[in-house]
């Protein structure tokens, strides 16, 4: 059972001075509030720069295998002129109406193999343990594993730079943050396409590289209802946004951005934050978790959206302060968090 209450109750160590944010201009009045997100969308969109025109999604399936339960399917569609995407698909052997997700992969080799369960880790499958549970599911492959070129499993720095630097050359006014955003709208559009989807009860979620595309995801994209992002870095300053994949060192360059700008702007639609604890080390003693009990504070100041607009439990927040990796009873959270926002 979902506990919304615990989920929205700070942790009993949160410091409110312990995080100076930018400020944030919410209501009084929820027509007030309405102007304000549409002025912080467009200083967020003006920042992640200008998106290629949208084409045609040509989409084609390479191949299926039937699973008893759903068809998996590998597909791809484009996003730019002269640029695909690959992805699973999973789509439930049940009749519609059906609920869907975008999933989004954490930084690992195995790409999309591994929501798809084809890969470890098993905590990770989100694809196909959504599927299991109703789901239309689309686990796109992030553009720093393949930009015009086929999927490479190699992610050593040198290659994610080199594609970095072909996008840029490509569209010197983006950023990769905006790749990532327009990538996700993408593959929103081709959830679209399936039949028996219900256009509105479609979520997204992601670990890591993963959750900081969800934040953005369910921010920029109306469309989407809820989102589950673990272990991003919630804060501008907590993580490696940037790196010029995201955002670039420019970001440093503007004290007037921060994340629980885009929390606010997601308000009312659901959204639970899992954080690892920033002290925690992972299960193999090596990564400290991305969120700790610090990103309470990036919640605090969004929810303010949330009140305004009647569902201040709707953000919400699981800090298992077990490091970077999701333990078992957080996983559970997360498919309770779908079933119970986007479920039948």
């Known amino acids: 059972m979902l506990d919304l209450k615990a989920l929205s109750t700070p942790p009993p160590e949160y410091d409110p001075s312990a995080v100076e944010l930018p400020p944030l201009e919410i209501g009084p009045a929820a027509c007030e509030w309405a102007n304000q997100r549409q002025n912080l969308r467009d200083l967020w969109l003006d920042f992640l ?16 295998v039937d699973l008893g339960f759903a068809t998996r399917s590998l597909v791809s569609y484009a996003v730019e002129p002269d640029c695909r995407v690959e992805a699973y698909l ?5 009749d519609g109406p ?14 999309i193999d591994q929501p798809a369960g084809l890969a470890p880790v098993e905590e990770k499958h989100f ?57 996700g709208l993408r593959a929103v559009d081709y959830l679209l396409t399936i039949p028996g989807i219900d256009p509105d009860r479609l979520g997204c979620v992601g670990h890591s590289l993963g959750a900081k595309e969800v934040i953005y995801s369910l921010a920029l994209d109306d469309r989407l209802a809820t989102g589950v992002t673990s272990e991003g870095g919630i804060g501008v300053h907590f993580s490696n946004y940037h790196d010029p994949w995201y955002l670039g060192e420019s970001i440093f360059d503007r004290p007037d951005l921060d994340h629980h700008q885009l929390l606010a702007i997601a308000a009312p ?7 690892g604890g920033r002290t925690a080390p992972d299960r193999e003693g090596g990564h400290p978790g991305a ?11 969004a929810r303010p959206a949330y009140e305004l607009l009647g569902d ?28 119970h926002f986007l479920g039948d």
């Open 269 to 275: 639609r659901p959204l639970l934050l899992l954080g």
């Open 312 to 339: 201040p439990e709707h953000l919400a927040f699981l800090l298992h302060d077990q490091g970077h990796w999701i333990p078992k009873f957080a996983e559970t959270v997360i498919y309770d968090w779908f079933d």
């Open 127 to 183: 694809g196909i343990k959504l599927a299991q549970r109703g789901f239309v599911t689309l686990s796109p492959r992030n553009y720093l594993w393949a930009y015009m070129d086929g999927p490479n499993p190699d992610e050593e720095r040198t290659l994610r730079m080199e594609r970095v630097d072909r996008l840029l050359d490509r569209w010197p006014n983006w950023t990769g943050m905006g790749k990532m955003v327009w990538d």
């Open 291 to 301: 969120d700790g009990v610090e990103s309470w504070a990036f919640m605090q100041a």
């Open 49 to 64: 720069g200008t998106p290629p025109p949208v084409v045609p999604l040509d989409p084609q399936v390479h191949e299926e």
């Open 98 to 111: 059906m609920p869907g997700a975008v999933v989004f992969h954490p930084t690992t080799n195995d790409t």
């Open 90 to 94: 999973f789509v439930p052997d049940r």
